[in-house]
Every structure is written in C-alpha cells, then in structure tokens.
C-alpha cells in the first residue's frame, strides 16, 4: 500500500527532476587536443608521402637521380638535334651551291661545244670556198635552218650562210630581211621583219668571203608559221640581190 503511494507520489506530486553532473574541458585543453591530432594528422601523411616509395619498393633518391638523368639526356639530345638541324641546313645550302654550279657548268659546256661546232662548220665552210678555184659570181645562201625558240611562245630562230663567189673585187654589203607567212584566225597575213625602224633594221652585213647570219622572231599568239622567206637586200638601194623560201608545213 505504501508503495503504490510513493509511486503515486513520485509520478503526480511535486519533485524534482534529475540532474546529470559531467565534467568540462577548458577550451584551450580542446584547442590544444586538436593542433596535436593536426599534427599527428599532418606528420602521418608526409610519412607516407616521403616513404610511399620505398613501400612500392623504389628508392626516393634513386627516382631523383633518374629524373636529372633523363633532364640531362634530354637536353644533350636537343642540343644534338639543334647541331643536326644546323649541319643539315648548311649541307642543303652547299648541294644547293654545287647543283647551282653544275647547272652552271652544264649550261657553259653546252654553249662552249654549240660554238666549238659553229666554229668547225665555218672551218670547214671556209675550207670549201677557198679551195675551190672556180666559184659562182654572186651572193649564195647555205645552211639555212628555222627552228623554234624554246621558252619562248610563238619564237623562232634561224640562221644561214651568206658567201660570195666569183674575183669579190669588193665587200658585199646589204641586209638580212625575213618574211613570215603565218595563219591565224584572221586569216593568212605575211610580217616583216626585223620591223621598221627597230636597231636591227638599220644594222647591215659587210664581208669579203663570207658571212654567217644568226636572228630570232616571234609570230603572233594562236598563228601557225608556214613558210619563211629570206631575203638579201643590197645596200644602198635595198635592190633584191637573192631570195629563198624555207616551208614550215
């Protein structure tokens, strides 16, 4: 009966609640705990860091060692790359120089035998004119040659042989003149040249024996050439003294 009423008591009456007594760190203890775990923290992790890799069996040091190495490996491999690229460069230029002179040299030598050639046949046309002792009087043409002008459009070259047979008291004067017959889409024309009034309209020919004659010309764009009239003027009086026509097709 007593103890249903202190149960009775205890639960509706007057009492007072329980307490709990706990003890209370100092903050400064608390924030001196926690710069201490930092630190075990932060030494535990440089720990590992600076013997992860003797944990992955490899020595920090010799890693170093490899990494100058290979520092040092690499850059005398781009020196010597940079030493190359120089070499090969100045290499380059000198086969440049050489092929330069070769051609150079090749362009000579073909111009040397071209002469070397023009000379033995004027050696032996000379042989010929002056060995025969009974030479028609009078202008004649021989080696008479029209040939395209390469690197030129529409250029052309030609050159002959002028002598003079019979006693040649005196020098023949007088002039080259070529006449071009071409075809183009206007239709058939024939040019003169050289043309009028050009340097090498007024030059004339003067010679005893003979005479060898080189010129060039060029016919219009799209023309064909057909035939190439020679002609020997004299001079003065631009008289007609020999005429030959060359047929190009």
């Known amino acids: 009966m007593r103890g249903l009423t202190r149960r009775l008591r205890s639960t509706f009456g007057i009492g007072s609640s329980r307490m709990a007594i706990r003890s209370q760190m100092a903050w400064y ?20 860091v600076e013997n992860s890799y003797r944990i992955t069996g490899s020595d920090i040091h010799e890693v170093r060692a490899r990494i100058e190495a290979l520092t040092q490996d690499n850059a005398t491999l781009k020196h010597d790359v940079e030493t190359l690229r120089t070499s090969l460069g100045e290499r380059d230029r000198q086969l440049q120089i050489e092929h330069a002179a070769q051609g150079e040299l090749a362009r000579s030598v073909q111009q040397l035998q071209d002469e070397n050639a023009g000379l033995r046949e004027d050696l032996a046309f000379l042989r010929k004119v002056m060995s025969s002792a009974a030479q028609p009087a009078g202008i004649a043409i021989s080696e008479l040659k029209v040939e395209p002008e390469g690197g030129r459009p529409n250029g052309y070259r030609y050159r002959l042989m002028l002598t003079q047979g019979g006693q040649r008291k005196e020098d023949f ?25 050009t340097p090498e309209a007024a030059s004339t020919l003067d010679f005893k024996f003979y005479q060898r004659v080189e010129g060039r010309f060029a016919i219009p764009q799209g023309a064909t050439l ?3 009239e ?20």
């Open 29 to 48: 203890w608390r924030w001196l705990a926690n710069v201490l775990m930092m630190v075990v923290v932060g030494g535990v992790v440089w720990w590992l």
């Open 173 to 197: 004067r007088g002039k080259v003149q070529v006449l071009a017959r071409v075809a183009g889409p206007q239709g058939a024309s024939v040019l003169t040249f050289p043309e009028t009034g």
């Open 226 to 228: 057909k035939s190439v």
């Open 230 to 249: 020679f002609r020997i003027l004299a001079v003065p009086g631009g008289q007609v003294k020999l005429s030959r026509t060359l047929n190009m097709s």
